[in-house]
């Protein structure tokens, strides 16, 4: 009399914890997001300078107040991104 042999399970990879994945994608999540705030902060005025300039000149109307606008919001940003921030003052003359 034979008696069956027992099948092994096949030897593969080993298989990642179900909430592995999840986890990394929220973390480069929250990273581009504090990235793109960061971003969002030094040049925001300067975009919505830029994109006012822009719906005004789409409509008609003569935009050069708001290019003026945007051009001394990309001075104030480049004159922000030159001067070294530390702890002591990361936030001073982040705003106009």
């Known amino acids: 009399m034979t008696f069956p042999v027992p099948r092994r ?5 080993a298989r990642r914890p179900a909430g592995q994945g999840m986890t990394e994608y929220v973390i ?3 990273l581009v997001s504090v990235a793109a705030i960061g971003i969002y902060t030094l040049f925001g ?11 005004l000149e789409m409509s008609g109307t003569d935009a050069t107040s708001a290019v003026a606008h945007a051009q001394s919001s990309a001075f104030t940003a480049y004159t922000n991104a030159n001067v070294r921030k530390g702890l002591d003052n990361y936030h001073a003359s982040n705003r106009p």
Do not use: D
């Open 28 to 30: 480069i999540v929250a």
């Open 45 to 55: 005025q300067t975009l919505r300078n830029q994109t006012a300039g822009l719906a």
């Open 9 to 13: 399970a096949p030897a593969g990879p």
